[in-house]
């Protein structure tokens, strides 16, 4: 079991948004451009870039998704902050 996690993220304020996100990244757009562009998180500054982080770390719907969602594919996570698009780098 992974317990280690590194991932990049964009935060929108809606599923829309976050979908179109998406839909960009499949048609070759860069993440962390998008990132640059889109993401209301501090993070955005640095192409959504969270670091590696533990698990437990997280909002739990963000961490189950680093920790149980596929790796290198973007999926959606609500929390309550908003919507993330979530891309997981690597898991240890």
């Not at 990132?35 to 590696?52: I, M, R, V, W």
């Not at 290198?72 to 690597?90: A, D, E, I, R, S």
Request: glycine share 8%; aromatic share 8%.
């Amino acid at each position: 079991m992974a317990n280690t996690a590194h991932a990049l993220h964009i935060l929108v304020k809606h599923r829309n948004q976050a979908e179109d996100i998406i839909k960009q990244l499949k048609k070759g757009a860069k993440f962390q451009t998008l990132a640059k562009k889109y993401s209301t998180c501090p993070s955005g500054k640095k192409g959504g870039d969270l670091g590696e982080f533990r698990r437990g770390q997280m909002v739990p719907q963000f961490d189950k998704a680093c920790f149980s969602g596929e790796v290198l594919t973007p999926q959606l996570v609500k929390t309550k902050f908003g919507w993330h698009v979530v891309k997981v780098l690597w898991r240890t």
